[in-house]
Nanobody
Framework: VQLVESGGGLVQAGGSLRLSCAVSGSSFSNNAMGWYRQAPGKQRELVAAFTSGGGSTNYGDSVKGRFTISRDNVKNTMYLQMNSLKPEDTAVYYC?????????WGQGTQVTVSS
């Protein structure tokens, strides 16, 4: 199973980015999967996720109303639309997916929000 993220970069505060996570090697539609992020000197925190079965979503309190998680089951790709970005959103963003009780991670993509 491989997860490959893309879409990170540098953006000004108030701007938007869309991250993608392409999943290969596994069926996709019913897996629990989502996004974490880790800023320098801070613990990794949950950003957004699909729960097991793929039907429900969870969001971290700091991103509710600004970020939206979605998935395309045909393309086996998950997305994170990030709007109204703030400098405190600066972090490395990682996607993950649970496959048969094993948690797989992507390599991470850097998001930097300038003030």
């Amino acid at each position: 199973v491989q997860l490959v993220e893309s879409g990170g970069g540098l953006v000004q505060a108030g701007g938007s980015l869309r991250l993608s996570c392409a999943v290969s090697g596994s069926s996709f539609s019913n897996n629990a999967m989502g996004w974490y992020r880790q800023a320098p000197g801070k613990q990794r925190e949950l950003v957004a996720a699909f729960t097991s079965g793929g039907g429900s979503t969870n969001y971290g309190d700091s991103v509710k109303g600004r970020f939206t998680i979605s998935r395309d089951n045909v393309k086996n790709t998950m997305y994170l639309q990030m709007n109204s970005l703030k400098p405190e959103d600066t972090a490395v963003y990682y996607c993950y997916a649970w496959v048969v009780s094993v948690m797989y991670w992507g390599q991470g993509t850097q998001v930097t929000v300038s003030s």
